[in-house]
């Protein structure tokens, strides 16, 4: 008789806790929900992360309802599809994004299907700066009234003034798209991102594209100019001089492959199905 009234008190207390639960964070209808709705549940897991990224956050705490076999699925697959999604009302995103974020780290754990996921993220862009350069931008396009350039005017002015305005950064501190906007120096990742944000927000189709220059690691970018991509390295065509004199050469501006040498692009920008989707010209532009 004791071991029963004992049985009951437990499963009492047990019943009270998950009601004040229930009350409190709706636990049984959040499982529900999960279990019932897992392809929902990794759409809005996916959302969730690029949300926090793009805000800059550093850490991140969150739910996710499926199968774990691997870390890895965490900090490579589903950051991946963070990178993919390219929203046309923002330039802070897609290739923005990924050269923006220099680590993550990620922790699993949980129980069964149901598991906690914590995220800490370094960035070499604060979410602030990232601000400062839509601003700088916006301001810059009013200036030049660039809605009444052609495409073509469009990404000259923008190659001329990355390269009149910034200067390569041989102390290899300066990575992003602030350092060479507003610190004026930066390696070709500050150059690469920078060009990628203006082109962007200019209306220009454009991508980063990374791989070697003269066997060394080295970013470009490739941009979309009535009907055919080309080759634009800003990097490249602000060369360092013996005398610290400022340069603005054309030498890797709208280049077709053949005349872009010494650039190897990474494995993932070789493909069948990138060179498909992104058909290079044969031929070099000529205004």
């Known amino acids: 008789m004791k071991k029963l009234i004992k049985t009951l008190a437990i499963i009492a207390l047990f019943a009270v806790l998950i ?37 800059g956050e550093e850490e991140l705490i969150i739910q996710y309802v499926g199968e774990f076999n691997s870390i890895d699925w965490f900090t490579e697959d589903a950051i991946n ?29 949980g129980l069964g299907k149901i598991l906690s996921v914590t995220y800490q993220f370094k960035y070499n862009e604060t979410a602030d700066e990232t601000k400062k350069v839509d601003d700088k931008v916006k301001k810059l396009f009013r200036k030049w009234n660039i809605e009444k350039l052609s495409d073509y005017e469009k990404i000259k002015k923008i190659h001329d003034f990355i390269i009149e305005n910034a200067s390569y950064d041989t102390s290899m501190r300066n990575y992003s798209a602030y350092d060479n906007l507003f610190e004026k120096t930066s390696t070709c990742q500050g150059y690469m991102s920078l060009a990628y944000k ?6 220009i189709p454009c ?22 991509w080309y080759n634009f390295d800003s990097t490249w065509d ?16 709208l280049k077709a492959d053949k005349d872009f040498p010494n ?22 532009y000529e205004e």
Do not use: C
């Open 19 to 55: 009601y004040k639960l229930e009350d409190k964070y709706k636990i049984i209808e959040w499982v529900y929900h999960v279990i019932t709705t897992e392809e929902t549940v990794e759409e809005e897991f996916i959302n969730t992360i690029r949300q926090a990224m793009l805000k």
């Open 81 to 109: 599809m963070v990178y993919s999604i390219d929203d046309q009302q923002t330039s802070s995103d897609y290739d923005y994004l990924r050269y923006k974020v220099e680590s993550i780290y990620a922790k699993v754990g």
């Open 198 to 203: 203006m082109l962007t927000e200019a209306g």
């Open 207 to 228: 991508r980063i594209v990374t791989g070697t220059g003269n066997g060394e690691a080295h970013g470009w970018n490739i941009v979309y100019l009535e009907g055919k």
């Open 238 to 253: 602000d060369p360092l001089t013996w005398n610290g004199e400022e340069v603005l050469t054309y030498d890797f501006f």
């Open 263 to 284: 650039h190897v692009r990474d494995e993932e920008f070789q493909t069948e199905e990138f060179h498909k989707e992104y058909n290079m010209s044969k031929e070099s």
